[in-house]
């Protein structure tokens, strides 16, 4: 195994990474996928289950509507064809995960196919076209018990909750994705964020990529530069956030072109990202779907959907994305340069949310785009999993607004909200951090002021008003920033009056 | 019709977690021949006309409403495991990946 990386430009420079994305969505149905037990996230082991997601002898399955109908909607949104006869498959496998010894899924019939999901990444916009969204059933959840670390490698054994076994999924499979050079690794994350917004409109699923709800398996190959060849695959399973979807394509591109460069090759295989390093490392070999001796499901009657209900789900679709967001830039006044941070950003929900408090777009975009993004990216977190909430910006800038605080108070706000030291008022009193707007104290810094830059109260004196900038600074220093810049401004100018 | 081979049989035999030493290969493989030709044997009265079946009832769309029915509780779940640890399953170590 070669030990130094290559830089991903070098590699960027020499290869065309090709990607193919898989996503995995729980849809939010009251009920599982074949029964009738509870979905709830978070429920103490094994009391969501029943003899038939137990795989118990003599159980029957019957398929839950919702769960067909939101599948049609999600073809539907993705601009797919929605098939007009499928059934379901058995995906047979020996794994505790399924106490069925199989999972129910689709194979070689999808109940819907041939779609596409447009995404921007820096103002291009990339078409992914969508293979097929198809419909299978969730897994139990496996606590791996001994050995050093609690993953698979090195257990002594495993205990198995199935409590999850069963709940609705969506696979959305893409097609290979290339041309994307060495923007891979941000399509990848505009994709996953796009796909998340567009379902979240559908109100189909919670999307909550941190609760296993949305996950994403990363295919991704280089071929040589100019070639349009592919190259063999590796796939990347459970990447769990957006910010792991871009780092582990761009972590995924710099190995393989690492080994390629080296005149090694590329194994075809799974593999595992670790979040903690960064890095993804060797799984199983992938199965043949031979393997898995799929076969049509026999306790499951073919689904046919009839049109009327096919189109009557498609007009009610909401508006598409695009749309949505063409109508928020308009209102809330923004540039095309400033949305498309705002996308880039992720911050499209948290902008509305804070909008909605009461705060004005401009001052929503600023707080979020600028100095909450960067505070996220610090921290190695997603904007959203920052411990503030819109409600809480829109009260710092509605402070703002009041004059009760300035920007250069307003970031230490943010310090404490999000330290946990409390709502925006408790920590401008905590801390101390309102501005003086009494003219009492502002007038004796002033009078200081002046006192201490004799040449500089002259000039203004003979009407240089912008000299007046180096007062309301040696005022704010002694004020240590807590004053009202303005008011301070107002105050110099009339005792200066010429 | 297909004879099955040895090596089929092995990895069949893997893919079912079942070990198999090289007398059971021997014994096993021509037996499981004798069952794929017997039902082979189905192909020659399926005419071009007949389409495959694979299920008994001409039905579709048979579904059910999205509500919620009481489960098994915790107890009832697990009592037919052969061990169980934390309220969950107890399984023995597994070599494999998850799928």
């Known amino acids: 195994m070669t030990t130094t990386l290559m830089s991903y430009d070098d590699a960027i420079a020499a290869f065309d990474p090709a990607m193919g994305l898989e996503v995995h969505v729980e849809l939010n149905t009251a009920t599982k996928m074949f029964c009738g037990c509870p979905t709830e996230f978070g429920a103490e082991p094994n009391t969501q289950t029943c003899p038939t997601c137990l795989g118990l002898p003599g159980s029957l399955p019957v398929v839950n509507r919702k769960a067909v109908e939101s599948a049609i909607r999600i073809g539907l949104a993705l601009n797919c064809e929605i098939a007009a006869w499928c059934r379901f498959a058995r995906k047979n496998y020996f794994y505790p995960d399924m106490p069925k010894n199989f999972q129910t899924s689709q194979y070689d019939e999808p109940i819907a196919f041939d779609g596409f999901l447009d995404v921007e990444v820096e103002g291009e916009t990339f078409r992914v076209e969508i293979e097929r969204a198809h419909m299978e059933e969730d897994t139990g959840k496996s606590l791996h018990v001994g050995g050093s670390t609690g993953r698979i490698q090195g257990a002594d054994y495993s205990l198995v909750d199935y409590n999850r076994a069963g709940i609705p999924l969506i696979e959305i499979v893409t097609r290979p994705i290339t041309g994307m050079g060495a923007k891979a690794p941000a399509v990848a994350r505009a994709y996953v964020a796009t796909l998340r917004d567009l379902l979240l409109g559908l109100g189909v699923s919670d999307v909550r990529m941190e609760q296993g709800s949305m996950r994403c398996d990363v295919n991704l190959s280089l071929a040589p530069s100019g070639s349009d060849k592919l190259g063999t695959r590796t796939e990347t399973k459970n990447v769990n956030s957006l910010r792991s979807v871009e780092r582990a394509a761009r972590y995924e591109v710099s190995r393989q072109a690492t080994l390629l460069s080296a005149g090694e090759s590329i194994l075809q295989e799974t593999r595992h990202w670790h979040e903690d390093t960064g890095v993804t490392t060797s799984g199983r070999e992938k199965s043949d779907a031979d393997d898995y001796r799929y076969f049509p499901e026999p306790d499951l009657v073919p689904m046919a959907p009839p049109t009327e209900w096919v189109e009557e789900l498609r007009a009610a679709l909401p508006e598409p994305l695009r749309v949505q967001r063409a109508r928020l830039q308009a209102v809330w006044g923004f540039t095309d340069l400033e949305m498309r941070d705002v996308v880039a950003s992720d911050a499209v929900g948290l902008i509305e949310q804070t909008v909605t408090a009461g705060s004005s777009a401009q001052a929503a975009r600023k707080w979020w785009v600028s100095e909450l993004t960067r505070r996220a990216n610090e921290d190695g977190i997603e904007l959203a999993e920052l411990p503030i909430t819109p409600q809480q910006v829109a009260r710092i800038q509605a402070l703002v607004d009041e004059g009760s605080i300035n920007d250069k108070l307003a970031r230490q706000v943010f310090d404490g909200v999000l330290a946990g030291e409390g709502e925006p008022d408790g920590v401008v009193a905590a801390r101390g951090l309102a501005v003086v707007s009494d003219d009492a104290a502002l007038g004796e810094a002033v009078d200081r002021a002046i006192a201490a830059n004799p040449d500089v109260a002259e000039k203004i004196r003979d009407g240089k008003v912008a000299a007046a900038g180096a007062l309301i600074g040696a005022v704010m220093a002694q004020m240590r920033g807590q004053a009202d810049a303005g008011r301070v401004r107002e105050l110099i100018l009339e005792k200066l009056a010429p | ?99």
Not at chain 2, 1 to 19: C, G, K, Q, T, W
Not at chain 2, 38 to 65: C, E, F, M, W
Request: charged share 25%; net charge negative; aromatic share 2%.
């Open chain 2, 1 to 99: 019709m297909p004879e099955i081979s040895r090596d089929e049989v092995r990895h069949l035999a893997d893919l079912a977690r079942i070990e198999l030493d090289d007398a059971e290969l021997d014994h096993l493989a021509p037996q499981l021949s004798v069952i794929l030709e017997s039902i082979a044997s189905i192909a020659g009265v399926a005419a071009a006309d007949i389409p495959p079946t694979s299920h008994a009832l001409p039905l579709t769309n048979v579904y059910r409403d999205d509500v919620v029915v009481p489960c098994l509780t915790a107890e009832q779940a697990l009592s037919g495991a052969p061990a169980s640890e934390q309220q969950r399953f107890s399984v023995p170590r597994i070599l494999g990946d998850e799928q």
